[in-house]
């Protein structure tokens, strides 16, 4: 992780001889290392600047917006500190640099890996991989299981980091290292923080305002899932036709032009910002494709704005980024069963004789199995039973609701004088 970098740093200090700046000549040549071919993009000096706050120590990041000043304050400037450095100094300090990331980059499964889902991966797919390895790796289900008690346990912390906004922004950006500082107060003593520094140098506004990428529209479907595949579990074909972007003749106007305007950074200072706007990148254009997306119906999901997301598969858009495609959950209409919630609802019809003197009758559930619920006593017209977890599974666990059955009797159209007669003996 990024805390062995102050042990290479200390290292590389005998190369470098007795500092004569403010900051150590290493934290100098570093800073100018990022930033020097930076100054004429924007987009990379703020990258330069955040991997140079992410890796030297908290104790020095006071000065760091001294030099920082120093170095966009002027390009000639930078040029000439960056030439005066140690060639040597700076390629062992870059090694090192990449060798920190590298490590921290494969110390450890990133959380998007703990819960097997992509990086760019919504809320909802979130949820969805957390309930289902979290059902199978609970300590219930793996009593005396270490491992699974492990996996457990690092399910639920990936699950907490990942559906926190914020947390999730920091991981992303800087990592577990960084969700550390962040615990800790930010790590960074107060008043000075990542966000706080990049405020101070480009304008006051956060980083993720800065950087906000185009985006195209979620496109949103409304799926009718048959209530056999709600309660099993299954799989849906669903035909999909979509803009997608294709290389057209000619050129186009972009955001790559040259353009030059000047920003305060503080008082009396100010920073010259080059963006390019060029005319002649190459074209493109909208072709409509098609094809079958497969869509995995989980057992008991319900029309309570459930979804099953598709990240990257919604519209695009030209030098942006796609839209997210979504399956909104609603079950069909079904000829013998009505839902309500995780309860299944039915009715059955049972002759005059049965109702009296009680019937013998099996219901075919929708996974085929039978459920028993004739009785011996007499039943009423419109009577309803409850059997007991023969309902709708519960989403994401183990439970089932209930089934509900109404007795419906069917009366005779007609009696005879001799069926009257045997009945008023009986019934009196």
């Avoid at 957390?130 to 699974?148: F, M």
């Avoid at 709600?230 to 000619?250: D, Q």
């Avoid at 013998?360 to 007499?378: A, C, M």
Wanted: proline residues 4%; positive net charge; contains cysteine.
């Amino acid at each position: 992780m990024l805390q062995c970098f102050p042990k290479l740093w200390a290292s590389n200090l005998q190369y470098i001889g007795k500092p004569t700046h403010k900051i150590a000549n290493v934290q100098y040549n570093r800073v100018h290392l990022h930033l020097h071919h930076g100054l004429q993009r924007r987009r990379n000096i703020k990258q330069a600047i955040k991997t140079v706050l992410i890796a030297i120590p908290d104790s020095n990041l006071p000065l760091i917006p001294i030099l920082i000043r120093r170095c966009s304050s002027s390009s000639e400037l930078c040029r000439l500190e960056f030439q005066r450095a140690s060639a040597m100094i700076s390629r062992l300090l870059l090694l090192a640099i990449l060798l920190s990331y590298a490590l921290a980059a494969h110390a450890a499964k990133s959380y998007y890996e703990v819960l097997q889902v992509p990086k760019g991966a919504s809320e909802d797919q979130i949820k969805r991989a957390y309930r289902k390895l979290a059902l199978k790796y609970h300590p219930d289900k793996n009593q005396g299981n270490e491992e699974a008690n492990k996996r457990f346990a690092e399910i639920n912390n990936a699950y907490e980091v990942l559906t926190d906004s914020e947390k999730r922004n920091i991981y992303d950006r800087y990592g577990e290292e960084g969700l550390r500082q962040h615990a800790a107060g930010g790590g960074r003593g107060p008043g000075m923080n990542i966000h706080d520094i990049f405020s101070s140098f480009f304008g006051g506004g956060t980083v993720e305002e800065e950087e906000r990428t185009p985006r195209g529209d979620d496109v949103i479907v409304e799926l009718d899932a048959s209530l056999e595949d709600l309660y099993m579990g299954g799989t849906l074909k669903v035909w999909r036709e979509k803009n997608v972007l294709k290389p057209a003749p000619g050129k186009r106007k972009c955001n790559c032009r040259n353009e030059q305007y000047h920003r305060q950074i503080a008082p009396g200072m100010y920073q010259q910002i080059t963006e390019q706007v060029c005319e002649d990148c190459p074209n493109v254009k909208y072709v409509r494709e098609g094809y079958f997306i497969t869509v995995d119906i989980e057992k008991g999901m319900k029309d309570d704005g459930q979804e099953v997301s598709f990240y990257d598969d919604g519209e695009p858009i030209i030098d942006g980024e796609n839209g997210d495609l979504k399956f909104r959950i609603r079950t069909a209409p079904h000829d013998r069963f009505r839902r309500e919630d995780n309860d299944l609802h039915t009715s059955v019809t049972i002759s005059l004789v049965g109702a009296l003197v009680g019937f013998e009758k099996s219901l075919k559930h929708l996974d085929g199995h039978l459920v028993e619920i004739g009785t011996k006593g007499i039943t009423r017209a419109k009577e309803v039973r409850k059997f007991k977890g023969e309902g709708m599974p519960v989403h994401a666990s183990t439970k089932k609701g209930d089934l509900y059955v109404t007795y419906e009797v069917s009366f005779p159209t007609s009696l005879t004088d001799e069926q009257k007669t045997k009945i008023k003996e009986i019934l009196t």
